[in-house]
T-cell receptor, first 115, second 116 residues
Framework: EAQVTQNPRYLITVTGKKLTVTCSQN?????MSWYRQDPGLGLRQIYY???????DKGDVPEGYKVSRKEKRNFPLILESPSPNQTSLYFC??????????????FGEGSRLTVL | AQKITQTQPGMFVQEKEAVTLDCTYD???????LFWYKQPSSGEMIFLIY??????QNATEGRYSLNFQKARKSANLVISASQLGDSAMYFC?????????????FGSGTRLQVQP
């Protein structure tokens, strides 16, 4: 089954404790991206990657890091989480060369609470 | 400036009736795509329908259709014959073709509740 898998799905942590949210896709997509969803704001892009070893900032990158060492994996790293990073996080992927077309395939989401 | 505007925070509709969810967008890029996603209470994002800026006809997918009015920069989602399972949050999104980011810019969403 074609899917994007995120882990963990739920996490409660404390300020400053480093954490990683993993993301893996099995569709051989070049493009992967992270979004955060906050009430009233919709989804906002954090980071994206056009291919292995190619990453760049989205709209809200502060406080996050990413890496893309393999095509299928795109982990999101919070080096020192703060309460304003409490949010619902989505990983997404899509084929790269589709112009404006090509929907994003989303993972099931990871709900993060930082105390 | 907001690129995607959804002015209806919440909507109610009776089961079996049609409902229109509004979406307006703002872009100067002649090549763009418009998407609608559904987010049920379980949280996952489900792709519903896509409309390209150069598409001559309005997109349709089963009970979903996109009322695309390019001059007005609107891309409203029409759900026909509403079902209880349509109760969810609905997001309109846009991708501008000229950017390499392939990012989707989302609106703030509309919560639809289907009443029996």
């Amino acid at each position: 089954e074609a899917q994007v898998t995120q882990n963990p799905r739920y996490l409660i942590t404390v300020t400053g404790k480093k954490l990683t949210v993993t993301c893996s896709q099995n569709m051989n997509h070049e493009y992967m991206s992270w979004y955060r969803q906050d009430p009233g704001l919709g989804l906002r892009q954090i980071y994206y990657s056009m291919n292995v070893e190619v990453t760049d900032k989205g709209d809200v990158p502060e406080g996050y890091k990413v890496s893309r060492k393999e095509k299928r994996n795109f982990p999101l790293i919070l080096e020192s989480p703060s309460p304003n990073q409490t949010s619902l996080y989505f990983c997404a992927s899509s084929p790269r060369d589709r112009g404006p077309a090509g929907e994003l395939f989303f993972g099931e989401g990871s709900r993060l609470t930082v105390l | 400036a907001q690129k995607i505007t959804q002015t209806q925070p919440g909507m109610f509709v009776q089961e079996k009736e049609a409902v229109t969810l509004d979406c307006t967008y703002d872009t100067s890029d002649p090549s763009y795509g418009l998407f609608w996603y559904k987010q049920p209470s379980s949280g996952e994002m489900i792709f519903l329908i896509y409309q390209g800026s150069y598409d001559q006809q309005n997109a349709t997918e089963g009970r979903y259709s996109l009322n695309f009015q390019k001059a007005r920069k609107s891309a409203n989602l029409v759900i026909s014959a509403s079902q209880l399972g349509d109760s969810a949050m609905y997001f309109c999104a846009m991708r501008e073709g000229g950017t390499g980011r392939r990012a989707l810019t989302f609106g703030s969403g509309t919560r639809l509740q289907v009443q029996p």
